[in-house]
């Protein structure tokens, strides 16, 4: 048996950080990771790392136009400068734990043989290994609906469709939320005939109806092909291509066949925690599938924490490199650091262009009790959107009435990942509306139009 201080289970974004933090307090730390493609987690190698470099490559793609040809030479050019990127950024995260003589990076699938005690099946055979603690940090995997043909070799979730090489030039999308209208947007630029098929009444049913609105409208005007109520009832292979069978507009509605060269599942994600043998440890689950833990992200059982998606969090990266500033705060610190005191969780799209939404919608707002107060400025009476040549999109504010606080916003326009974060302090800070209406910001920016957002508010109690 192999004892050490601290045993991490998966190399993602919180457990490299912790596992370095553990490090440099003197530790000995095993970090068990079941895919050498995944040293750094989902983020540097199928999330948000290369998928922002496609979207980047995918902009300026389609600012260059040129024949089918062309675009698809340059996608396959952008999957390889992304396959570069993603390259050096698992290197980088392997040495960055795996260089340390404190620190054992060990190969293998993990599981609990008892509270703090686990097993890595490795190549080379199993390991037995007992640690003081024990932290959790395996991820999420994609969830995939039942429906008959799904299992087909060109039906995609979004972390396989971007190792495809060759550009879909059809695209059908099952899914209108976050990540199924960023992958169309992107595919769109790229030049490929993008379909979305959306379950619900609407893409983006939870956000506000107005920004969703223009979301809607952005992206048809661009030829992506948005249908709602659509209920995918089949999946056919056809030569060198797909059929996607749906039944539009409900039980009773029309079915309608699209065929595309390859089909993307954006259908959600769930906790990864399968085969790691939970129950011997005493650890429980919650309602939707993620480790049960408290707001130290303690699980229920001592001396275990959980964090990321396992745990049930928000499913962002940045949440799971908040995750482990909480649980370094409650093993080398004080515990002041918890999930109720991070504040306004920001969150962003990038769609084109991107779409960044904090806090509540006027509609969560009042049905929370609060008088509120909105304003909406679109994109287009923006000075710095016509220099970007981009004025697709608006921003709007809620902000409520008695109190002056900002309340939430959503911001569908150029620079809009970088402008939520603005809105974050702001909102985590207390600081009133009026101080954004009235700040001196530098010229040309987006940032200088919160002072005419925020001049224009009214009541919409």
Not at 147 to 158: A, E, F, K, L, T
């Amino acid at each position: 048996m192999e004892h050490f201080d601290a045993a991490i289970i998966g190399f993602g974004t919180a457990g490299r950080a912790l596992g370095g933090a553990l490090a440099d307090a003197g530790q000995t730390v095993a970090v068990i990771e079941q895919s050498e493609r995944m040293y750094g987690g989902a983020c540097v190698n199928n999330a948000c790392i290369p998928t922002k470099a496609l979207v980047h490559s995918a902009r300026l793609s389609a600012a260059m136009g040129g024949s089918i040809v062309e675009r698809e030479e340059r996608y396959a050019a952008a999957i390889d400068d992304m396959n570069k990127l993603r390259d050096s950024a698992r290197e980088r995260n392997y040495h960055s734990l795996a260089d340390r003589p404190n620190v054992a990076v060990i190969d293998g699938r993990a599981a609990f043989t008892g509270p703090l005690a686990l097993t890595a099946a490795t190549a080379d055979g199993t390991r037995e290994i007992d640690a003081d603690r024990v932290f959790i940090d395996t991820g999420s995997l994609p969830s995939l609906p039942a429906i008959p043909g799904i299992d087909s070799p060109r039906v995609h979730v979004s972390s396989s469709l971007i190792d495809v090489r060759t550009l879909p030039r059809q695209l059908v999308v099952i899914g209108g939320g976050y990540v199924g209208l960023e992958f169309a947007s992107m595919y769109a630029d790229f030049g490929a005939q993008v379909t979305v098929l959306q379950r619900g009444p609407a893409i983006l049913e939870h956000e506000d109806g107005e920004t969703a609105e223009a979301v809607r409208k952005s992206l048809a005007d661009r030829g992506i092909q948005l249908i709602c109520d659509a209920d995918v009832e089949r999946i056919d292979d056809e030569h060198d291509q797909v059929l996607v069978h749906a039944r539009i507009g409900g039980a009773n509605g029309a079915e309608r066949r699209f065929p595309a060269h390859a089909v993307l599942a954006a259908t959600g994600r769930t906790p990864n925690t399968a085969g790691l043998n939970l129950e011997a440890a005493g650890i429980e689950l919650g309602e939707r599938g993620g480790i049960r833990t408290d707001e130290h992200l303690r699980t229920t059982a001592p001396g275990v924490w959980a964090m990321g998606d396992a745990a049930g969090s928000p499913q962002f990266t940045y949440i799971a490199y908040d995750d482990f500033r909480i649980v370094r705060d409650d093993v080398l610190g004080d515990g002041a650091r918890t999930t109720e005191n991070r504040g306004a969780i920001p969150r962003c799209t990038f769609v084109h262009p991107p779409f960044a939404r904090i806090g509540a919608t006027a509609q969560e707002a009042r049905d929370a009790g609060f008088t509120v107060r909105t304003a909406t400025l679109p994109a287009a009476g923006i000075g710095q959107a016509r220099i970007l040549r981009d004025e697709t999109g608006l921003m709007k504010a809620v902000v409520d009435a008695n109190s002056d606080l900002v309340l939430g916003m959503d911001l569908f326009c150029e620079d809009a990942q970088e402008l939520v974060n603005l809105v974050k302090i702001v909102m985590d800070a207390r600081i009133p509306a009026t101080a954004l209406r009235d700040a001196v910001f530098t010229h040309p920016s987006m940032t200088e139009a919160f002072n005419n957002l925020f001049a224009a508010l009214r009541d919409a109690g």
